[in-house]
DNA sequence: TACTCGTGGCG
DNA sequence: TCGCCAAGAGT
């Protein structure tokens, strides 16, 4: 059976999405790993400090880096009442330290706008700083319970495979994504925020985007793009990414330096990272206007 | 829209 | 080995 063969009335291609829903749901209950935020007992910010740092960083590189921050700062206004340098520190090596900033004001801003509490509805998650379209709804859906499309690159490529039979999402398209897995959703608050992360985890541990393992996917049967014979993407390759000796690079290199130092560090430190005095600059001037370093004098610290 | 923004795991 | 990719957000 396929979604399309039952698409000839909107009646049976609902019955046909919710068994899509149902049978991940089902898989998840028996395959999804036990990850700390997902307990029952995982507070809203607790989710909400996962969420931000997951935003494209792997779940194991974050599991211990949440554990520590959690135990450090268990509420909004224990982040709020520490320096924004100390949030950077202790972001250490997950990567875009950009994220650290943005939940340190989050979580001022949840203090001031909130009386410290996470709000539970999408519209105010997404008016805080560093909360996106994708970590709203997470959060409403994972935290709360709510009844929304989340949608992250993971349930893009579930959906494009399963329901489109495409091998990717291709460039995201917002309004459509979130239409696209809404009708997906049961109408269940509780069983739909289950199936929202079900999907999540189908496509982050069996619908992968290199090597999907089809053989062990409770989909395999229904999934359009495998009955199609899993054809490869059709569209134009992602221009490659390079790290190494980009501004970002030498950005990361003074990032390390700052993080390990407690007290300013001399302009002079930030110069050995790399040779290329312009590229330096650029990288240093890129830092001091996203707000993670301050500089005083020939002096440069994390913002205090 | 397309680009920038870290760091590391993995096939 | 090395390029792809990762629970995106902001501009």
Known sequence: MTVTAYS???LSLRIATEAIAQTVTDWYDT???DLPWRQPDASPWSVLVSEVMLQQTQVSRVEPAWHRWME??????????????EAIRA????GYPRRALRLH????????RHDGEVPDDVDALLALPGIGMYTARAVAAFAFRQRHPVVDTNVRR???RV???AADGGAATTPADLRAVEVLLPDDHEAAARASVAFMELGAMICTARAPRCAACPLTTVCAWRLAGSPPADGPSRRTQRYHGTDRYVRGLMMAVLRASDEPVPLGRLDEVWPDAQQRQRALDGLLADGLVRRRGAMVTLPG
Not at 91 to 94: A, K, M, N, S, Y
């Open 8 to 10: 000839f009335t909107g």
């Open 31 to 33: 395959n999804a790993r």
């Open 72 to 85: 450090r700062w268990p509420t909004p206004a224990h982040l709020a009442a520490d320096p924004p340098g």
């Open 91 to 94: 972001w250490d090596r997950l």
């Open 158 to 160: 579930v959906v494009a």
């Open 163 to 165: 329901v489109e039979g």
């Open 105 to 112: 004001a989050c979580a001022t801003a949840i203090v001031e």
